[in-house]
């Protein structure tokens, strides 16, 4: 079997003197990296104790202050509502009343954020799982 290309030792010689000076070659990832830290790094939100009034606004601004500082990608932290006390009061649904199934729905129906807003998904198990929401900025 014929070899394709075989190095010279002008070649050799070349690559011994780059790797020698390895240090001293600027790093183009840590530039991309730096000016895209907004759109890599995950602003964080814990709506734990909140009510569903207090919540909402909370959640508003949050969304609003994140899309104008330039970030993409968001976590809420609503909670499973395990420990609610909706469930104390028969004349409160459920449901809406946690914030896991109402925070969604007021961002998909509040016309401020829905410009702002590219899509909602649940979050991974490490970051919240059920009790967690990602939401991908414009």
């Known amino acids: ?50 009510t569903l009034d207090e919540a909402n606004r909370k ?3 949050f969304i609003i202050d994140s899309y104008e500082k330039g970030f993409k990608k968001i976590l809420v932290i609503t909670g499973k509502g395990l420990r609610s006390k909706v469930y104390e009061d028969p004349y409160r649904s459920k449901k809406m009343s946690v914030l896991k199934y109402s925070v969604p729905e007021y961002l998909k129906n509040d016309e401020d954020l829905c410009y702002k807003i590219r899509n909602i998904s649940r979050a991974n198990l490490n970051e919240g799982g059920n009790g967690a929401i990602y939401i991908y900025l414009k």
Do not use: E
């Not at 011994?16 to 995950?42: C, E, G, L, M, P």
């Open 1 to 50: 079997m014929k070899k394709k290309f075989s190095a010279t030792n002008k070649d050799k010689k070349d690559w011994s003197d780059f790797t020698k000076q390895i240090a001293s070659v600027f790093d183009k990832d840590s530039i991309f990296f730096h000016k895209n830290k907004k759109v890599n790094k995950v602003r964080k939100l814990d709506l734990h104790g909140f």
């Open 59 to 61: 959640v508003k601004k």
